[in-house]
């Protein structure tokens, strides 16, 4: 039967996806280098890169490679790096001293790559557990994580990343009222331009079993940390943990770990419209090189496509494993 006019489609969606130049116009979200924030891990040492068997691909850099890595970022185009340390053993204790030490291996790092990548933004780790002897971001009292001592480590431990010359503080405590207590310290220190990103929205998550590796605090780490991290059926106190956060002087916010939480992003980023970061942790980046690994998916495909989705739910950055592989991609 010859169709009649009327029975033909209304609107034919496929024609701007018939060729890759319709594609190109038509494509509404973009992934760049720029969009990508780098975690690293330090470690004590010269020359090394170690590899962590739980993040393929991943490494601890003594803070001379550290150091290269950053000029290597620098020039792909990645805005900023993110330190995180693996403590020796020895130097995790009760008091956990290690993290406000002005010599410690994150400030170390923070120093060399200000004097090899100037231009590259170094964003610092506060929370406890890498030099906590029972591996909790905060301090154990009686079998309790207490609150406002904590905080008042966090501002020693922020003093000294700055002192070192970061750009970026990064809470990721979840403890309340350190935002206020961190802004507060570094405008009276004349630190009034370091910034922070908060991590606002971190949820109690099995997504970082190999981060707990990567910095040497799985077997430290005694029972769980739900009393201050969210718990994953929440989205509501997400909202009100930004909402304070901003309140209290947060420059950007984040959403911990990413994928499973991209609900939050799009309402975090459409409420508040403030900078907006998701971290794709260790555990989703593991399970993408695992995968890829076995010949199960396109690791790369894969790889692009997971962090398109942060783009897509309004973030504006996203802190990934992947930065070095996903910048030399997109740039090629
Ligand atoms: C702890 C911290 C964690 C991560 C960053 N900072 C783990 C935790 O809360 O136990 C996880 C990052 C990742 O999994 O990639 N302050």
């Known amino acids: 039967m010859t169709p009649t006019v009327a029975s033909f489609p209304a609107a034919r969606l ?42 393929p691909g991943v490494v601890r850099r003594s803070v001379d490679k550290i150091a290269e890595a950053a000029v290597e970022a620098q020039a792909l185009g990645i805005p900023a790096i993110c330190l995180f340390p693996y403590t020796d053993a020895s130097l995790k204790t009760e008091d956990c001293v ?79 009222g350190r935002i206020s207590a961190m802004r507060n310290a570094l405008e009276q220190a004349g630190h009034s331009n370091v910034m922070i990103l908060s991590y606002s929205a971190k949820y109690a998550s099995g997504y970082y079993g190999p981060f707990r590796d990567a910095v040497g605090a799985s077997g430290a780490l ?48 459409s409420t508040f419209g403030a900078p907006t970061y998701a971290y794709q942790v260790s555990g989703e980046y593991a399970m993408i090189q695992a995968a890829a690994q076995n010949g199960w998916i396109n690791g790369e495909q894969v790889m692009l496509e997971s962090l398109m989705a942060f783009k897509r739910a309004g973030c504006d950055g996203i802190l990934t494993y992947f930065a070095p592989e996903v910048a030399r991609l997109l740039n090629r």
């Open 14 to 55: 496929r024609r701007t996806r018939s060729t890759p130049a319709i594609r190109d116009l038509v494509r509404e979200n973009s992934l760049g280098s720029s969009d990508l924030i780098w975690p690293v891990f330090v470690r004590d040492g010269n020359g090394i890169e170690e590899p962590i068997p739980s993040m």
């Open 98 to 176: 290690e993290a406000w030490n002005p010599d410690n291996l994150t400030n170390q790092a923070v120093r060399a790559i200000k004097a090899a990548a100037p231009d590259i933004a170094v964003m610092t780790d506060v929370a406890l557990d890498p030099y906590n002897i029972n591996g909790h971001d905060g301090f154990v009292v009686d079998g309790e994580i207490v609150n406002d001592a904590t905080v008042e480590a966090l501002v020693k431990m922020t003093l000294a990343q700055a002192e070192a010359g970061a750009d970026i503080i990064g809470p990721s405590d979840m403890m309340d």
């Open 222 to 269: 005694n029972g769980d940390k739900k009393t201050y991290q969210m718990d994953p059926a929440n989205g509501d106190e997400a909202i009100r943990l930004v909402q304070r956060d901003l309140s209290e002087g947060a420059d950007m916010v984040m959403i911990k770990p990413g994928i499973a939480y991209l609900d939050i992003c799009h309402r975090v980023k």
